[in-house]
């Protein structure tokens, strides 16, 4: 079946293998067997699509569905790609369905996932609880809760009674994030001035960063993050984050959980500081342009361009993309001088686990989702 390949060489395939044809049906029962770039999980043939969608290589994917029988693997998205943007070969095989990438078919950058899944369950990444008379008012909860991006909820006829009602919250990025951020001569990176970064808030946060300020201990997650203005977004858009610290000598963004206390000490090479809640953040660090820092990875495409202003131009135009390399003419490859890298991340909500569970509901926030007037 499909044998997981970590292939570094098709990172930039998408650069020249799209096509202009939207193919948006499904395979029932047929494999696209090998070419995976790799696997994350899905709760289903159509949320799978359009991780492959999102995903800055994935051309076509192949979807393990619930009633698949030859070992334990269910719910496994692989996303893949070829050179020609092709399946080599098309197999039929029972539980699994396969498909193509909505990228030529200008696709919703948040999409709506309405449907609630029966006996599945989304394992971790819960930050709160709460307990509900139903899924749907669970469902609720998740919409109305601006961290919330999927729930679980257990049903009166769990085998555990004390957790019986319980609707389980749960977070993922819903803003780009940089998964490398390093020193790198000759290149220059930013990113795209379309808002994307942070949502919109009419109120203007006021100013609530630390200089040369070091918050020790209570670390939730190490990120990369390009500044301390770029650090304190992905504190705020995570609901468990309660303060944070960025060191800049090697881009490490540190959010901190603990709502006890904030003990601080001195220290040049560090930047500390609080979240913003329910206002807007001031957005000039998006503007700039980092000399010599590299966002290495996450390519979907790339192209000449005589500066790094041009680079940023391309991408604020171009409607995926998050951010953004520009190689200059001191870059080190003479071949890849002068170039544009243009880079995108999974955005939209996607479960670190899914599996089966009697007795149990899941599903997404409806916040993406349009009410009919």
């Not at 809760?145 to 749960?170: E, S, V």
Request: with cysteine.
């Amino acid at each position: 079946m499909v044998a997981f390949l970590v292939a570094a060489g098709l990172l930039s395939l998408s650069s020249f293998a799209f096509t202009d044809e939207c193919r948006p049906g499904f395979l029932e029962n047929m494999d696209f067997p090998g070419a995976d770039l790799t696997f994350l999980f899905s709760p289903s043939a159509e949320h799978c699509q359009k991780l492959c969608t999102q995903h800055p290589s994935c051309l076509f994917f192949t979807f393990l569905r619930p009633d698949w029988t030859r070992d334990n693997r269910h719910f496994y998205c692989y996303l893949k790609a070829t050179a020609s943007g092709e399946p080599a070969t098309q197999t039929p095989l029972l539980g699994v369905t396969s498909g193509f990438s909505l990228k030529p078919c200008s696709p919703d950058p948040r999409p709506c996932f309405s449907e609630t899944f029966e006996n599945v369950d989304f394992p971790g990444a819960d930050y709160r609880a709460l307990f509900t008379a139903t899924y749907e008012e669970c469902q609720r909860a998740c919409t109305q809760d601006p961290g919330c991006q999927f729930f679980t909820f257990i049903t009166r006829n769990f085998a555990q009674a004390d957790i019986r009602f319980k609707c389980h919250l749960k977070f993922s990025w819903t803003i780009p994030r940089t998964p490398v951020v390093e020193k790198k001569p000759g290149v220059l990176s930013g990113f795209s001035h379309t808002g994307q970064i942070s949502d919109q808030f009419d109120t203007a946060c006021q100013s609530s960063l630390f200089l040369n300020t070091d918050i020790p201990g209570s670390d939730l997650l190490s990120l990369k993050a390009v500044s301390a203005e770029h650090c304190q977004v992905l504190c705020s858009a995570h609901p468990q984050c309660t303060y944070f610290s960025f060191t800049s000598d090697n881009f490490r963004c540190f959010l901190k959980n603990n709502a006890s206390g904030m003990a601080t000490k001195a220290d040049m090479r560090v930047t500390s500081g609080t979240p913003a809640r329910f206002c807007q953040l001031d957005g000039n660090w998006v503007k700039l342009t980092y000399e010599e820092v590299d966002f290495r990875g996450s390519d979907f495409r790339n192209e000449p361009a005589d500066d790094a202003d041009a680079c940023q131009r391309k991408c604020t135009e171009a409607p995926v993309c998050q951010f953004y390399t520009y190689t200059n003419e001191n870059f080190s490859d003479q071949a890849f001088r002068r170039r544009c890298f243009l880079k995108r991340v999974i955005t939209m909500p996607a479960p670190p686990k899914v599996t089966k569970l009697d007795h149990v509901a899941s599903g997404f926030t409806l916040r993406n989702c349009v009410t009919a007037a």
